[in-house]
């Protein structure tokens, strides 16, 4: 079973960047499809971003879209969320985790999840 492991968050300003990191173990992701998602306190958790295995095929929600880019290096069993122009609403609890399938709509069936890290956006 694949374990998750997120990192790369933490305090950022408003206008800036961070790049999360997704690592890998127990197999290998180079065939699945990975999602990104967040979570505030007291709302709803919703996807980010979704990236199918060869990193040809991407998602984003028009939220995010032009300013968070996900990628994947296979051969380092990685998923990354570059994300740029950081505003306050975009803190969260950050996850990566194992989906079903995605498409221009969203990203479904989450599987094996993160233990998250957290991004706070404030000045």
């Known amino acids: 079973q694949v374990r998750l492991v997120e990192s790369g968050g933490g305090l950022a300003q408003p206008g800036g960047s961070l790049r999360l990191s997704c690592v890998a173990s127990?197999?290998?992701?180079?065939?699945?499809?990975i999602g990104w998602f967040r979570q505030a306190p007291g709302k709803e958790r919703e996807e980010v971003s979704c990236?199918?295995?060869?990193?040809?095929?991407?998602y984003q929600p028009d939220s995010v879209k032009g300013r968070f880019t996900i990628s994947r290096d296979n051969a380092k069993n990685t998923v990354y969320l570059r994300m740029n122009s950081l505003k306050p609403e975009d803190t969260a609890r950050y996850f990566c985790?194992?989906?079903?399938?995605?498409?221009?709509?969203?990203?479904?069936?989450?599987?094996?999840w993160g233990q998250g890290t957290q991004v706070t956006v404030s000045s």
């Open positions: 985790a194992t989906i079903l399938s995605f498409d221009t709509t969203g990203c479904y069936g989450g599987g094996n």
């Open positions: 127990g197999s290998t992701l180079g065939h699945l499809d």
């Open positions: 990236i199918s295995p060869s990193g040809m095929y991407t």
